[in-house]
C-alpha cells in the first residue's frame, strides 16, 4: 500500500483543515487507518484511527471533540477533519496504515510522506 497525504496549510486559531490520504492498491478496505503528527523535536504521536470498515474511530485525548477520521473505501481515502484548531496542533501530519488500532507507531507498516500542518495563534 502506497500512501499520500495531503491538505496540511497554515490556518489561525478556531480555524479548521481537513487532510487526505489517497491509497494504492486493492486491498485498502482491509486496513486499519491512522492518522500521527510530529511537532520539532518531539516524538511522533498517535492522534487518530478508524477501523476497516469504518465502523469504529479512535482519539488522542488533546483531540477529542475537535478532529474527526472518516473514510471512504470506494475512494480509498482517508480524511481528517480539524475543527478549533490550536497553535499546538502544529506538526508534520502523517497517515498510515495497519492491521490494528494501536497507539504505538511501531504497529504500522505503511506511512505516507507527511503534510505540514501551521496554526498561528
Known amino acids: 500500500v502506497q500512501l499520500q497525504a495531503s491538505g496540511g496549510g497554515l490556518v489561525q486559531a478556531g480555524g479548521s483543515l481537513r487532510l487526505s490520504c489517497a491509497a494504492s492498491?486493492?486491498?485498502?478496505?482491509?486496513?486499519?487507518m491512522a492518522w500521527f503528527r510530529q511537532a520539532p523535536g518531539k516524538e511522533r504521536e498517535f492522534v487518530s484511527a478508524?477501523?476497516?470498515?469504518?465502523?469504529?474511530?479512535f482519539y488522542a485525548d488533546s483531540v477529542k471533540g475537535r478532529f474527526t477520521i472518516s473514510r471512504d473505501n470506494a475512494k480509498n481515502t482517508v480524511y481528517l477533519q480539524m475543527n478549533r484548531m490550536k497553535p499546538e496542533d502544529t506538526a508534520v501530519y502523517y497517515c498510515?496504515?495497519?492491521?490494528?488500532?494501536?497507539?504505538?507507531?511501531?504497529?504500522?507498516?505503511?506511512w505516507g510522506q507527511g503534510t505540514q500542518v501551521t496554526v498561528s495563534s
Open positions: 498510515a496504515a495497519g492491521e490494528l488500532v494501536r497507539v504505538s507507531r511501531y504497529e504500522y507498516d505503511y
Open positions: 492498491g486493492r486491498t485498502f478496505s482491509s486496513y486499519v
Open positions: 478508524i477501523s476497516w470498515s469504518g465502523g469504529s474511530t
